[in-house]
C-alpha cells in the first residue's frame, strides 16, 4: 500500500504526514488554553464567542504565548530527532537515542512535563534501564501522544512500527492499557496516512474496539481526562462524528481536561485524513514559526526513512 502510494502520488502522502504533524501541534496549541477546566468553566469563560473556545489565543495554566506548545509536540519532535540521529549514526530506531533525547529534552526546561513522564526520565538517568516494571499508575497518555514520528517513520513496516512505539513508550510507561493505545491509535493512523477506503479504517476502528472494549466510545462516557482510556474515547468520539478538521478538534478541546493531549490527538488523525494543504490557514499561521519549520523538517526526513528501498513495503 505504501510503496503504491509513493509510486502514485507521493506528495499526497507528504501532505498527509505534514497534516498529522502540524495537527498535532495546533490542537496542543489550542487545548493548552482550557486544559484542566472543566467544560462549563470553558463555556462560562468564552460566553462571547458563544461559548466555545477555538481560537489560538495562549494562556492557560502555563501562561503560554499564542502558538507556543506544550510537551505534546516538543515531545513528539524529541523521539523525531532521535530517530533521524540514530539513522544517521547506522543505529535505525536504536531505544537508547529516543531515551537519550527525553533526557536532553527534559533538562532543556520544557514548560510542563508530565508525572510519569518525569518519573521515568529520572529512573534513565539513574539506572540506564530503558524501562520500568509494569505499574498501575502508568496508564496515562503520555506515550500515546508523542508517537507521530515513529509512525511516520515506520510507515511502510508494521512489524518495526510496532517494536519502536512500544520500546520509546515504556521508557516512561509501561501498563497494558497506555500499550493498546500507542498500537491500536498507531495503527489507524497509518492506516489513514496512507490513504486506505475510509470502509476499511471504521472496520478495522470497530474490531479494534471488539477487542480492547474498555476503549468503545459510543456512547461517548464523557471523560477528557490524562488516562488513556478517557483520553482515547474523547478522540475517537471527536474524530468519528465531525469530517471536518477544525469541528473535531474544537469538539474535543472543548471537553477541558487534558485537552491539549486530546487536541493534538485528534489534530493528528483528523490532518492526516484532510493533509496540511486543508488545515485552517488562521491556525497554521499562528503556530510557533521555529515549531513549524522543525516540523516540515522532520516530516521530509521521517518519510525518507519510510521509504527507504531497504524498509519492508507490507500494507499496514
Ligand atoms: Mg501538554
Ligand atoms: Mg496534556
Known sequence: MVRKIIYEAPERLYDRALGAYLGLAIGDALGATVEFMTPREIAHQFAREGGVHRQIIGGGWLKLEAGEVTDDTTMSLAIGEAILKSAHENRLFDTTFIADAFVTWWRSKPVDCGDTCRRGIVRYMRDGS???????????????????????????????????????????????????????????????????????????????????????????????????????????????????????????????????????????????????????????????????????????????????????????
Open 130 to 316: 530503558l524501562h520500568g516494571v509494569q505499574t498501575e499508575g502508568d496508564a496515562g497518555n503520555g506515550a500515546l501522544m508523542r508517537n507521530l514520528p515513529v509512525i511516520i517513520a515506520a510507515l511502510g513496516d508494521g512489524d518495526t512500527f510496532e517494536r519502536v512505539s512500544l520500546a520509546q513508550a515504556r521508557i516512561t510507561h509501561h501498563h497494558p492499557l497506555s500499550d493498546a493505545a500507542v498500537i491500536g491509535i498507531g495503527h489507524l493512523a497509518r492506516r489513514i496516512l496512507v490513504g486506505e477506503n475510509p470502509h476499511i479504517i471504521q472496520n478495522y476502528l470497530t474490531n479494534w474496539i471488539a477487542q480492547w472494549p474498555k476503549f468503545s466510545f459510543q456512547p461517548y462516557p464523557g471523560r477528557a481526562s490524562g488516562y488513556v482510556v478517557d483520553t482515547v474515547q474523547t478522540v475517537l468520539h471527536a474524530y468519528s462524528i465531525h469530517r471536518d478538521f477544525e469541528e473535531a478538534v474544537v469538539a474535543a478541546v472543548n471537553r477541558g481536561e487534558d485537552a491539549d493531549t486530546t487536541g493534538a490527538l485528534v489534530g493528528m488523525l483528523a490532518g492526516a485524513r484532510c493533509g496540511a494543504q486543508a488545515l485552517p490557514s488562521r491556525w497554521v499561521r499562528r503556530l510557533n514559526r521555529d515549531i513549524v519549520r522543525a516540523i516540515t523538517d522532520q516530516t521530509s526526513a521521517l518519510l525518507a526513512i519510510a521509504l527507504t528501498p531497504s524498509s519492508r513495503q507490507d500494507s499496514p
